[in-house]
């Protein structure tokens, strides 16, 4: 018997060590907001197989489950991860590729950018965007004549912040074969004195863009993959990218599938015969971190860029209303076509004449209260008339609050006081259906969810201006903001059930702040820092 002792002591070490899980990570001692219907807040959750599978108290949970990782919060806050309702996130990669305009001041500011920029990139095109005349101290639009000069013979565009205008060169002109005194329905080539100014607006770009060099496919991947990095960093988990050709969707199917991009995407498809001729013949493609179901149309252009149709003249351009980008029996040719389906459909509408066409067009189709989730992108401007049109039949208002923000500078100047009452009007939007999704539209806006946040609430930007917020009776509770960057954006996309709170069954999707931006001082807001993120339960990033 004395034999035997040493063998099962061994034994009893060996099963001591060998514990057996039944969770792959524990969270726990954390003040978990889980965004679910009662809005309740938890101390743990446990995830297995990239999903919650438990959430209570951090005692309970810690005697039930034996896991493989265990986060201790230390009592630091955890939201669902954010949700990005609206985005541009394959363009947002392609601009951190080229020469970046975002903080310039002046004309001459972006020239030299440029000048500093072709000396470390000496061949090809110049292709750089970011650039806000609202922002300079002279706010016309700048014409090509320095620019031609610094680059006489290598082609140059530069997109406006809002990708609606360009200023091109005379050697870019050239290749797209563009003349003066030229014309496009939806679109402006600014001609003065016969001469072109190289300002190019809405449909008039495409005329240019389509003559620039197919991008090379590590440029693709690495545009994707430094986009990714970017919003992981800011606690982003789930994009929505409204506008992409279906070329791009096998692209960023293979990149997920070899394990290099791990973001969720839900992609919306750009207005295109060929991608309504892929789509309705796959079908809506969906897997766990890609969903493929609908399209996007543009019914205007911008604000910004005086491209944004009103249905009535712009305060400070006489006799101008702007134009639709498409003839209206083109929308509603779309919008009969998809109700035929289960597809859905998404429009940016910035003006009060395009949001009108468009509201009726859906209108005519959908018929009352449905559930198809149609989406009206911006909803920048409504006539007071038309607002409740919205819950009427059910369509979704898709906003970006830093938008107004950004635009309460120049925005009364534009269109007048009394119009711009009925401008970013989010709670009003709100009140139509009971929930609205919020995003930034970047690389237009900033990426970060927390500026999105602040604007919401604050109606504020990032100086604190105006003290008492931009038109505040429009501003957004705490919880209905923090729904709108979870929940209720997951919801714009049918994905509900799937994501958007910490739930049991939904991915274990989630972020940890420095800060609780449910308690902290509204000034406070725009400085809160991810301290972590991660996606189906795998860490994707952690603050250095």
């Avoid at 800011?234 to 994009?239: F, K, M, N, Q």
């Avoid at 001082?521 to 809160?528: E, H, I, R, T, W």
């Amino acid at each position: 018997m004395k034999k035997l002792w040493p063998l099962l002591l061994l034994f009893a070490i060996a099963c001591k060590q060998k514990k057996a899980y039944n969770a792959d990570l524990l969270v726990k001692n954390a003040l978990i907001y889980t965004v679910d219907s009662n809005f309740t807040t938890a101390q743990a959750f446990v995830v297995s197989n990239g999903k919650i599978i438990a959430v209570g108290d951090s005692a309970d949970l810690d005697k039930k489950y034996t896991a493989k990782e265990v986060i201790d919060a230390g009592g630091y806050p955890v939201y669902p991860g954010f949700i990005d309702a609206h985005t541009h996130f394959y363009n947002y990669g392609q601009t951190l590729q080229q020469a970046n305009l975002d903080n310039t001041n002046s004309w001459q500011d972006v020239l030299d950018t440029l000048s500093s920029y072709a000396r470390r990139n000496t061949d090809g095109w110049i292709i750089g965007s970011g650039w806000d005349q609202n922002k300079w101290k002279v706010k016309e639009f700048p014409n090509k004549a320095k620019l031609d000069s610094l680059f006489p013979v290598r082609p140059v565009i530069l997109h406006r912040v809002d990708e609606h205008a360009v200023i091109a060169n005379q050697a870019a002109l050239n290749i797209a074969g563009i003349k003066p005194g030229q014309t496009i329905i939806g679109g402006t080539i600014e001609t003065v004195n016969g001469k072109l100014t190289g300002l190019l607006v809405d449909n008039a770009v495409g005329i240019v863009t389509r003559k620039i060099p197919p991008t090379d496919d590590t440029v693709v991947q690495n545009s994707l993959l430094d986009a990714q990095r970017n919003c992981f960093a800011v606690g982003l988990t789930t994009i929505d990218d409204c506008g992409l050709p279906y070329t791009m969707v096998n692209v960023i199917r293979e990149l997920q599938n070899k394990g290099d991009l791990k973001m969720r995407m839900y992609v919306l498809l750009l207005d295109k015969q060929e991608n309504y001729d892929y789509l309705f013949k796959h079908g809506i493609i969906k897997t766990t971190r890609l969903d493929v179901r609908g399209f996007k149309m543009f019914a205007d252009g911008s604000l910004g860029s005086r491209g944004a149709c009103m249905l009535q003249p712009y305060s400070d351009k006489k006799g101008w209303k702007g134009f639709l980008l498409s003839d209206p029996k083109h929308f509603q040719q779309i919008a009969e076509k998809l109700i035929k389906s289960n597809f859905q459909l998404a429009t940016h509408a910035i003006g009060d004449s395009a949001n009108r066409v468009m509201l009726k067009a859906y209108a005519s189709v959908l018929k009352g209260k449905n559930d198809r989730r149609w989406r009206i992108e911006h909803a920048q401007i409504i006539a007071p008339g038309d607002m409740g049109l919205f819950g009427q039949y059910s369509i979704i208002p898709s906003v970006q609050p830093t938008h107004a923000t950004s635009d309460m500078y120049w925005a009364g100047t534009r269109i007048g006081k009394k119009r711009l009452k009925g401008a970013y009007a989010y709670k009003q939007l709100l009140d139509q259906n009971g929930w609205l999704p919020l995003g930034t539209d970047f690389p237009v806006e900033d990426i970060n969810p927390m500026y999105t946040f602040y604007a919401a609430v604050e109606r504020k930007d990032l100086k604190g201006f105006p003290p008492n917020g931009f038109q505040p009776e429009n501003a957004l509770s705490r919880m209905q903001a923090l729904r709108g960057m979870t929940i209720w954006a997951a919801k714009a996309n049918f994905e509900e059930k799937e994501k958007g709170s910490i739930e049991v069954d939904k991915y274990a999707d989630f972020v940890i702040l420095d800060k609780d931006i449910m308690k902290i001082d509204g000034a406070q807001l725009p400085k809160v820092k991810v301290l972590k993120t991660y996606v189906n339960g795998e860490k994707v990033y952690e603050k250095k």
